[in-house]
């Protein structure tokens, strides 16, 4: 059974930077594919991005393209979201999200393994 532990949230104001990770426990071939969702208040959860572990391939949303890097470390098992120019409309619960195969795909029903979420409020 795969675990992910999302930590990095917080609050912040408007056009400050925030890095989030989660840790996958165990990293296996059914965690090749990982990425971040975020979920604000009264919406349906939506897909920020995605990488691929080995071959480090990535994709975004357009609304964090520019301003969001999603990256991961090897040596520790963790999948990184580096967020920076946040604006209000970045606030939610943001969840980490991992699949087998090599699609980086924005559908999160095609995810099979997630975390609990950590909570980023971008409020001034």
């Known amino acids: 059974q795969v675990q992910l532990d999302e930590s990095g949230g917080g609050l912040v104001q408007p056009g400050d930077s925030l890095r989030l990770s989660c840790a996958a426990s165990?990293?296996?071939?059914?965690?090749?594919?990982m990425g971040w969702f975020r979920q604000a208040p009264g919406k349906e959860r939506e897909f920020v991005a995605a990488?691929?572990?080995?071959?480090?391939?990535?994709r975004y949303a357009d609304s964090v393209k520019g301003r969001f890097t999603i990256s991961r470390d090897n040596s520790k098992n963790t999948l990184n979201l580096q967020m920076n120019r946040l604006k209000p409309e970045d606030t939610g619960v943001y969840y980490c999200?991992?699949?087998?195969?090599?699609?980086?795909?924005?559908?999160?029903?095609?995810?099979?393994?997630w975390g609990q979420g950590t909570q980023v409020t971008v409020s001034s």
């Open positions: 999200a991992a699949r087998s195969g090599r699609l980086l795909t924005t559908r999160e029903s095609e995810y099979g393994y």
């Open positions: 165990p990293r296996t071939f059914s965690t090749n594919v």
């Open positions: 990488i691929i572990w080995n071959s480090g391939n990535t």
